[in-house]
Structure formats: structure tokens, C-alpha cells
């Protein structure tokens, strides 16, 4: 059923979501859509910053099931974002130590869904991501989350540098996962106040972002692959920070 009532079609019927207040994940445009009400949600949406897509009709009419979309199709978050800076003050004031996790642009909704899913059970207090290039927090994320998204805070942020200036002004140590270190995770102490940034599938943590953070660590790869599926590697970083945390 989520996945039938994620999607909402029509011009207007999208403004009126915007307006509301409602999260939207993405706006599909119409390619050459042009006319007053368009140009009124076109500025809506530059307004609010949100994500969109131009596809040709086709792409609209399966979206919508074929029905009068008017050429604009806007995807709705099943979930309500956390703002992060009440978030921080709320986590602090508990008096249980930080643990937050950064996704840099991840964007593939199936290891988003195994990272909400590894971040809940392993305790972090909020999963933090970018409103632009990051996964949508969708029904097949929920699926693979296996309902973790409704049980663990997520934030959005305009720039991820924007979030590890607030964690750190809050004296919240940052830790990338990176191969580009020769410090291990084995030699972070995850006892502190700490976030953890991980990755997109191809790139990796962002330079600019490796320039900002505390500390990088990798983990030890014994075989031929260079490197391991993101969501597998952040699960290694979450529990090496459980096993310290127990003992």
C-alpha cells in the first residue's frame, strides 16, 4: 500500500502539497513543459530547494498509472525529517554519548534501507543526509529498513559540510570511512561523542568533506577486492563502535 500513496500528480495538486508543508522527495517534470501554473510550481520548487527531474511523458504516465498528471508527478516522503540542531540538543541534554552517522550522497535506496536498519539496531541517535543526491526515503528504503526508518531520527541538510560544522561545534568528533588513511578503525575511540561519515557507491567520502573531519579510518581489506559494499563497511564501523561502547 506505502508505495501506492507515495506519489501524487497534477500541478496543483503538488503546489498545494509544497504549500502545505508536506515532504517531497522528487518532482518529475515533464520535458518542454511550459504554461503559467508550471512556472508557478517551477518557482516553488526553486524556492524550497527540491530535487527534480525532467523525463519525457512516458516515464510520467507510468508514475502516475496513466492518469492526467499534467505533466508533473511529485514523490512524498512516507516519513517526517528531524531537524538536526534539536536533534544534537536533544541527544546531548539525555547524557547518552553521541553516535550520529553522516551518508554522503548515497544513492541507492536498497543500501540506505540496510544502513537504517544496521544504524537502529546498533543505537545511533540520527542518520543525517543531503537534500540533493542522497537516496529518497521511499517504499522500497522502508522495505529494506525493514520499518527502521519509522524508529530511527533522519535528517536533511542542506550541505553535509553544514551538518559536520554543527557536530562539531557540539564538540561531536567526525570519523570518515576512507580508504585514502593508513589509520585503521581499530584505532578510533568510539567512547566519545562521534559521527560517522560514510560514502557514495562510487566515489567515496567527498574530499572537501575528508578535509574537514577529525579522523579517518579504514578497515583491513585481506583479499583481492578493493573495497566492500558501503552498507557492509558502515556495518563494520557501527558495530566496532558497539563492541567498544560494551566493553
Known amino acids: 500500500m506505502l508505495e501506492e500513496t507515495t506519489n501524487i500528480f497534477g500541478i496543483r495538486a503538488i503546489i498545494e502539497a509544497i504549500e ?31 530535487t527534480t527531474s525532467m523525463v519525457p511523458v512516458e516515464k510520467l504516465d507510468r508514475l502516475s498509472k496513466n492518469s492526467n498528471h499534467q505533466g508533473a508527478v511529485a514523490q512524498i516522503s512516507p516519513i ?23 551518508l554522503d550522497q548515497l544513492s541507492d ?41 519509522f524508529k530511527i531520527p533522519i535528517c536533511k541538510v542542506d550541505h553535509i559540510k553544514d551538518a559536520l560544522f554543527l557536530l562539531q561545534g557540539s564538540d561531536i568528533k567526525t570519523v570518515a570511512a576512507t580508504e585514502k588513511t593508513e589509520d585503521s578503525v581499530y584505532d578510533i575511540n568510539f567512547n566519545q561523542p562521534i559521527a560517522i561519515v560514510m560514502g557514495s557507491e562510487h566515489r567515496g567520502v567527498n574530499p572537501s568533506i575528508l578535509k574537514m573531519v577529525d579522523y579517518k579510518a579504514k578497515l583491513p581489506l585481506l583479499g583481492e577486492i578493493e573495497s566492500l559494499n558501503v552498507s557492509v563497511a558502515c556495518g563494520a564501523f557501527l558495530y566496532e563502535s558497539v563492541r567498544q561502547r560494551m566493553s
Open 109 to 149: 535506496v536498497r543500501n540506505f534501507g540496510a544502513i537504517i536498519r544496521t544504524a537502529e539496531c546498533t543505537g545511533v541517535n540520527g542518520i543525517i543526509i543531503q537534500k540533493n543526491g542522497s537516496a529518497p526515503v521511499n517504499a522500497e528504503t522502508i522495505k529494506t529498513s525493514a520499518g527502521a526508518a
Open 20 to 50: 502545505s508543508g508536506s515532504t517531497i522527495n522528487k518532482v518529475y517534470l515533464q520535458k518542454g513543459l511550459r504554461g503559467s501554473l508550471f512556472y508557478e510550481l517551477d518557482k516553488l520548487i526553486k524556492e524550497k530547494k527540491l
Open 80 to 102: 517526517e525529517f528531524y531537524d538536526l540542531e534539536t536533534l544534537v540538543e536533544e541527544t546531548l541534554e539525555s547524557g547518552k554519548t553521541p553516535l550520529f552517522l553522516l
